[in-house]
């Protein structure tokens, strides 16, 4: 790592170096000699940090996550009631003080519900993701890196894995598995890993002849050193978007296995599984929140972190800004 | 180009016969399918029976080498609760999955590419934020919400047919497939409409676009032809695969509609663990899509000479 920010040296600062992710790599120190802006510093995070907070989605979008992400931690401490608790006495009840988003069909506070399906989502959406990273970024570094046999083999496990239809696959592997949180994040991982791994791969086939490394191979880093060190850093911001994007495909595709009836166990408020249980109701007068709660629940939170992955990459690359 | 040809077929063969050891190994892993379990109790004889019968009793390897020997000629053995013939089933299913995939594909692309077009020539315009906020919303939605919405309010309606039907009622295909179809391409014309806009404004911002309108060229002729022409490489990448994952068989949409295609026989296969049946549409599923890629990159190489050499 760089020291990409120059004098100043504010906690914003501080904060901006903790949290970019993308490091500009030894050529871009250029930008750590640049005239200081201020006391709102410059170098390469400061003006990546200063575009991704003047991009008003991509803020909009980090004020859901970070509720969410809030939410998630503290959410069964807040919540007016037990989210498992059925209460068959009082089922199907319209939203009202007491329940606001009304009961569903076993008697649940349905808020409740949502609340801790929130837990579930972040929960397996940001581990599925660091697992999916750490297997893609290892392989694909890897293949990229040393190149020819070791290339081919990695490329071909991409195919194969690439080739199996995801949400079949993941079924599969679920019911192979048993039910539960665990194996769903063990399927969603067996089948997520390989674009992580290809985007690295790319990126580091690319950087692999940078001067830089050449630089650092000069005065006798080894190859270790060199990949953790230089080519890395340099190689993980787009890698990061995209996983970034793909909390919400995985949170959408763990609804997606609950929905069908597969995964976390039945008696689990799970948006997937709420959905699932109002379908009876959809043509229901009165009766659109119990599906449309959990719905906007799931379309929230995928927008939100499509929102700040977006920002990530326009404020990476201006270039690329208006881009898809 | 031969060789490119040659290498690419003998990869997809690796590939699929990969993926079909896999998919062998997991439904392995389900279980013992003529086992007592529950209320069900299967005297062991017939059980035993039953083993042999699926040639169950066999070590697992070789099981595999049989069922890719029979799977190479056309059979697919037979299934486990009613023993029918999978091939049979198979070839009921596919032809209604294949339709379902075109009709979505070509809504898919209809829909994505004026979208993406429009917001990227109409650029910060009402029509460019309209376009990109339905198109991330329609990211963000799952897919079985847009199909249950769609199941409850539209089907039974003019020409849509209702869901679930009865045996009586006889309808013709195109009518069946426009619903799910529409679901399926909801989603994918919005990642199409997102390609599109992002590719086509980089395009515009290119020399030969400038070009073209210094000599005079008409808006219509530089953004139909010059412009959209050259913005097709991206989106053209992602139907291809796009297709690749439709002919596999859309689970989620064509159980919700229960539609009788490759997704809805995989659905109703996965309740009850009926294995022949799995295996069989998961080879399938990757037959199609390893097919498919390997003609995409086969055209590629056809388009651009660049590819073939690296």
Redesign the interface.
């Given at each position: 790592m760089t020291t990409p920010t120059s004098a100043g040296g504010s906690p914003a600062d501080a904060d901006a170096t903790g949290s970019a992710m993308v490091l500009p790599g030894p050529d871009a120190a250029a930008g750590g000699t640049a005239v200081p802006l201020g006391s709102r510093g410059s170098g390469q995070f400061a003006d990546i940090r200063r575009r991704f907070v003047r991009n008003r989605l991509a803020m909009v979008g980090l004020a859901i996550v970070t509720v969410l992400i809030v939410l998630a931690i503290i959410g069964p401490y807040v919540t007016p009631y037990n989210a498992f608790e059925q209460n068959l006495a009082n089922t199907l009840q319209p939203p009202s003080a007491d329940h606001w988003f009304g009961t569903d069909v076993l008697g649940r506070d349905l808020f409740s519900g949502i609340v801790y399906g929130c837990r579930l989502a972040i929960l397996v959406g940001l581990l599925t993701v660091a697992f999916s990273l750490l297997i893609g970024l290892t392989l694909g570094a890897v293949a990229g890196f040393k190149g020819g046999a070791w290339d081919g083999i990695i490329a071909?496990f991409i195919?194969?894995f690439?080739?199996?239809?995801p949400?079949?696959?993941a079924?599969?592997?679920v019911?192979?598995?048993g039910g539960g949180v665990t194996p769903v994040i063990v399927a969603l991982v067996a089948l997520g890993w390989m674009t992580t791994a290809r985007l690295t791969r790319g990126q580091v086939l690319a950087l692999r002849e940078a001067e830089y490394v050449e630089a650092a191979r000069s005065i006798g880093a080894d190859n270790r050193r060199i990949v953790m060190r230089h080519v890395l850093p340099n190689a993980i911001a787009p890698v990061l978007v995209y996983a970034f994007t793909n909390i919400?495909v995985v949170i959408?595709a763990m609804?997606?296995l609950s929905?069908?009836?597969?995964g976390v166990p039945p008696d689990v408020p799970e948006w997937?599984r709420l959905?699932?249980q109002a379908?009876p109701f959809?043509?229901v007068e009165g009766k659109a929140h119990l599906?449309l709660a959990p719905?906007l629940a799931?379309?929230?939170?995928?927008?939100g972190f499509?929102?700040v992955a977006d920002g990530m990459r326009d404020s990476l690359d201006p270039k690329l800004r208006?881009?898809? | 180009m031969a060789r490119f040809i040659t290498r690419r077929l003998v990869q997809a063969v690796l590939v699929i016969l990969a993926a079909t050891f896999l998919i062998f190994l997991a439904t392995f892993a389900l279980g013992d399918p003529f086992a007592s379990s529950g209320e069900k109790a299967v005297p062991p004889d017939i059980a035993q029976a039953n083993r042999e019968k699926f040639g169950l009793d066999k070590p697992l390897p070789l099981q595999y080498l049989i069922y890719v020997g029979n799977m190479v000629r056309g059979d697919f053995g037979i299934d486990y609760d009613q023993h029918r013939p999978v091939s049979q089933l198979l070839e009921a299913a596919v032809p209604n999955t294949v339709r379902l995939a075109i009709v979505a594909i070509i809504i898919d692309i209809l829909i994505g590419v004026i979208a993406g077009v429009i917001a990227a020539v109409k650029r910060y315009s009402f029509w460019d934020v309209l376009v990109t906020v339905i198109a991330t919303l329609a990211i963000g939605i799952p897919v079985f919400v847009i199909g249950v919405v769609l199941v409850a309010n539209v089907s039974g309606w003019g020409p849509f047919p209702s869901v679930p039907r009865s045996f009586t009622v006889q309808v013709p295909w195109y009518q069946e497939v426009l619903l799910p179809a529409f679901t399926l391409a909801i989603i994918d014309a919005a990642f199409i409409a997102r390609l599109m806009r992002g590719s086509m404004l980089e395009v515009l911002r290119a020399d030969y676009i400038r070009t073209a309108r210094a000599k005079g060229l008409s808006e219509r002729t530089v953004i139909g032809k010059h412009a959209m022409r050259n913005s097709m490489i991206p989106v053209v990448t992602y139907v291809g695969v796009s297709l690749g994952v439709l002919f596999g068989g859309a689970i989620i949409t064509e159980t919700i509609f229960q539609y009788n295609g490759v997704g809805y026989l995989l659905s109703r296969a996965i309740v009850n663990s009926n294995a022949p049946i799995i295996i069989a549409v998961v080879v399938f599923s990757v037959v199609a899509y390893v097919l498919i890629s390997m003609l995409v990159d086969i055209l590629y190489a056809f388009l651009d000479p660049r590819i073939r050499l690296s």
């Open positions: 071909r195919d194969v690439l080739a199996f239809p949400l079949v696959g079924i599969v592997i019911r192979a598995v919400g959408v609804a997606s929905y069908l009836g597969i997937g959905i699932s379908t959809l043509r599906w719905a799931i379309a929230i939170t995928t927008l499509a929102f208006g881009g898809n | -």
